[in-house]
């Protein structure tokens, strides 16, 4: 940034120094055609062509010094004008952050109070519910079915609370040296009943070596779970997931494609958006989160057209340092 401020500096000398150039050339074709037109002065007597040519080619000079200034004037109000619009829009956008920031300040207050009323509530509901339909006679169908509704709403509800939780929460990183392998390995055990039940194959394709990545295991295997489920949630049954990962410059490349419709290009963006959500009962945080743990381990996340047709989301995590990488062998 400096460099670049001493650059424009000596920029606007230089026009200054362009105009005295531009006027004494100026003086000086006026004095050659002034002495080929035969134009003389005299004074007192005396032959004063040169000293007033000379006077004419100073007096050019002056002027196209002169413009030269106003030039680099207009130039330093338009590089003042345009550093007061970008520090305005830095304003306008901390401004926003802070009020965004506020806002999630409010949402995890709320969301912990809303927890703490309602989990214990919840959880008691649905145990009632579990032993009212243990209780119940081997042919009453109906009853089981409510009880079965009441215990699935009450999981539904719970995982709403869960997310508001995670969204509004801090995130505390336990980061370590972490082996991608494993990260898959732990995922793809943790969705194979969902997978099962839904009769989706889960295809690994991965390289052979992988280098380690700096990360909280935990967090990263919770993305995972979620990019998961929505892919098991989106590919129709009897079709396959794709769970990828490969080396990509100074980090890792993790991908889940499904089979699904795909995310439309409009929506490519805004589908990280807090309450954002294209699904009826979606709450719309599951991928906020996810951009939220990934972004906190200096990454990125983004979702583009699978090979197949579907969704691809694209988790870009960096490496672990050598040191620590080496440490955590140890």
Request: hydrophobic fraction near 45%; proline fraction near 3%; charge should be negative.
């Amino acid at each position: 940034m400096q460099q670049i401020e001493i650059d424009e500096e000596a920029g606007w000398r230089r026009e200054r120094w362009l105009g005295l150039i531009g006027g004494l050339l100026v003086g000086l074709l006026d004095t050659i055609a002034s002495l080929a037109l035969g134009i003389r002065f005299e004074a007192g007597g005396r032959d004063g062509t040169w000293l007033g040519l000379g006077f004419y080619a100073a007096s050019f000079a002056g002027i196209g010094h002169l413009v030269g200034l106003v030039l680099e004037g207009r130039r330093r109000e338009r590089r003042a004008a345009a550093i007061i619009r970008e520090q305005l829009e830095t304003v306008d956008a901390t401004r926003a952050r802070l009020s965004q920031s506020e806002k999630l300040a409010a949402l995890g207050q709320l969301a912990a109070a809303v927890a703490h009323e309602v989990r214990n509530a919840f959880a008691v509901i649905r145990s009632s519910a579990q032993g009212i339909a243990e209780t119940l006679p081997e042919h009453d169908d109906e009853g089981r079915e409510s009880c079965s509704f009441i215990v699935a709403e009450i999981d539904r509800l719970t995982s709403v609370v869960n997310s508001l939780l995670s969204f509004a929460r801090p995130l505390r990183l336990a980061p370590r040296p972490v082996n991608v392998h494993e990260l898959l390995d732990h995922a793809q055990l943790l969705v194979r009943q969902e997978f099962d039940a839904k009769q989706i194959r889960l295809v690994r394709d991965e390289a052979a070596a992988l280098p380690a990545i700096e990360a909280d295991s935990d967090l990263v295997v919770q993305v995972l779970l979620d990019l998961l489920s929505n892919a098991a949630q989106a590919t129709p049954p009897g079709s396959e997931v794709r769970l990828e990962a490969q080396a990509n410059g100074a980090g890792v490349e993790i991908g889940v494609a499904d089979a699904g419709p795909g995310v439309p290009v409009d929506l490519r963006t805004r589908i990280f958006e807090p309450f954002f959500t294209t699904r009826d009962k979606g709450t719309g945080l599951g991928l906020a989160v996810a951009r939220q743990i990934v972004e906190a381990h200096q990454g990125h996340i983004a979702v583009e057209e699978a090979a197949a047709g579907g969704a691809r989301f694209r988790i870009s995590l960096p490496a672990a340092t050598a040191d620590a990488a080496t440490g955590a062998a140890a």
